[in-house]
T-cell receptor
């Protein structure tokens, strides 16, 4: 079952913050986050394996609430390079398939 | 490492023709995935392999689609016969069980 992402789109000014949410109706083993620029392939950002775990990639960080089956991606002090579509992907058990959400389009303006 | 290599980058074919997409995964990655991306349906998993063995093909749309992985360094996705609704970007990705590395994709247009 596909995870649900929100919002579907967000427009930011450079330096502003944003949060992207990803939720699942099933228990999760791990959550992945990827970013895709227009016309390119998705690129891995980070993976979260444990409940409550937080990770960071530059000024992009994420949390995973295992009990709520939710993950959030935080874009802090956004840069123009953060523009793109962000996908969360969820895995229900180790070695199982990665299912992606519908994506969140992020546009960072000068 | 050259990353995941897909070919061709673009394919335009007529309805009814056979189409074969190719993928070379990153050496040492035990998992290989085929995804299809469209505006309407997003990123859909079609099939994935573990150590060259198909594990889950529940995402393959219908019998017109087939995928093989004859060895650890090569996989194909075949559509026969192709239809206009198959038009999409097809991504191959490989993984050592953690993060996925995607190829550049094949943009398929069926006219």
């Amino acid at each position: 079952q596909q995870p649900v992402q929100s919002p579907q789109a967000v427009i930011l000014r450079e330096g502003e913050d944003a949060v992207i949410n990803c939720s699942s109706s099933k228990a999760l083993y791990s959550v992945h986050w990827y970013r895709q620029k227009h016309g390119e392939a998705p690129v891995f950002l980070m993976i979260l394996l444990k409940g409550g775990e937080q990770k960071g990639h530059d000024k992009i960080s994420a949390s995973f609430n295992e009990k709520k089956q939710q993950s959030s991606l935080y874009l802090t002090a956004s840069q123009l390079s953060y523009s793109g579509t962000y996908f969360c992907g969820t895995i229900k058990a180790a070695g199982n398939k990665l299912t992606f959400g519908g994506g969140t389009r992020v546009l960072v303006k000068p | 490492d050259a990353g995941v290599i897909q070919s061709p980058r673009h394919e335009v074919t007529e309805m009814g023709q056979e189409v074969t997409l190719r993928c070379k995964p990153i050496s040492g990655h035990d998992y290989l995935f085929w995804y299809r991306q469209t505006m309407m349906r997003g990123l859909e998993l079609l099939i994935y392999f573990n150590n060259n063995v198909p594990i889950d093909d529940s995402g393959m749309p219908e019998d017109r689609f087939s995928a093989k992985m004859p060895n650890a360094s090569f996989s194909t996705l075949k559509i026969q016969p192709s239809e206009p609704r198959d038009s999409a970007v097809y991504f191959c990705a490989s993984s050592p069980l953690t993060d996925l590395a995607f190829g550049s994709g094949t943009r398929l247009t069926v006219v």
